[in-house]
């Protein structure tokens, strides 16, 4: 816990304002801090006991400013259990949130299509997810102070966030679907095979992300909106290999009517709602 604290105060004393809501950016969804305005820029290693981004194309700063009158704490760049990070350690990020003061949290992030009615440049809300790693940000000793040591997540994805995100998508050029999210731990793409099952399971999207987050978030009382950016269609749906390269242009092709959804979507966020 002081740990937390002493990355919170951190941040407290460099931005020195009040924090509305966080954003955390996915794959291929930097540019979207172009729509911050008066920002200060805190780069992750200078935070204590903060987290150090390895994957390319997430920048690894923290953003603070002002977006639609909401004044956003933003993360370019997220952490991922492949890149060798215990899932405790993916708990930091969330608790420093809450501790700075946000009352929501907005998850982006790039995902492949398991539903054969979505296609690539689709954005899914996520209603729900299944993680059958066997792992959870939440083992270990529990922090008291944070939230219980068993929490409900039946509401993990909230309700009102979820209703403000689907009246926004319809001044949107968007397709915008609401569906279930698939964690696989990654860094491998997954097998047409294992698409398949998570299918017939009824997941609609699947990646390596968000999960982590969500629990952690739930934990700790902070609301959730997860966003869910289609880069590509899964494995074995469309006869070609997957690459990251891919994952980056459609991501790249989306990024104003992406940018320009969000921005709605935060400046319709009544936060003394949540």
Not at 158 to 185: I, P
Request: charged letters at 20%; aromatic letters at 8%.
């Amino acid at each position: 816990m002081k740990n937390y604290e002493l990355a919170a105060e951190y941040i407290q004393k460099r931005i020195q304002g009040q924090v509305d809501l966080a954003i955390v950016l996915g794959s291929g969804l930097g540019p979207l801090k172009e729509s911050l305005v008066d920002v200060t820029v805190i780069p992750y290693e200078e935070i204590p006991g903060f987290l150090k981004t390895t994957n390319v194309g997430h920048e690894g700063k923290l953003l603070y400013g002002k977006m639609a009158d909401k004044r956003v704490l933003c993360m370019s760049g997220r952490f991922h259990s492949y890149e060798g990070y215990s899932f405790e350690e993916l708990a930091i990020p969330m608790r420093v949130m809450k501790l700075v003061g946000a009352k929501c949290v907005i998850l982006t992030n790039a995902v492949g299509g398991v539903n054969l009615e979505y296609k690539p440049g689709d954005l899914m809300l996520v209603e729900d997810h299944v993680m059958f790693s066997g792992y959870s940000p939440l083992r270990g000793k529990n922090e008291d102070a944070l939230g219980p040591r068993f929490v409900d997540v039946t509401n993990m994805y909230d309700k009102y966030l979820l209703e403000v995100a689907m009246a926004c998508c319809k001044r949107s050029n968007l397709t915008v679907h609401k569906g279930v999210y698939w964690f696989m731990q990654g860094p491998q793409f997954e097998t047409p095979a294992e698409i398949r099952a998570i299918r017939m399971l009824g997941g609609d999207v699947v990646g390596m992300s968000c999960v982590s987050e969500s629990l952690t978030a739930a934990h700790c009382g902070l609301p959730v909106l997860g966003i869910s950016f289609v880069s590509n269609m899964a494995s074995g749906v469309l006869d070609q290999p997957l690459t990251i390269e891919e994952v980056n242009e459609v991501a790249s092709s989306i990024q104003k009517p992406f940018s320009a959804y969000l921005y709605d979507v935060v400046k319709c966020i009544e936060v003394e709602k949540l």
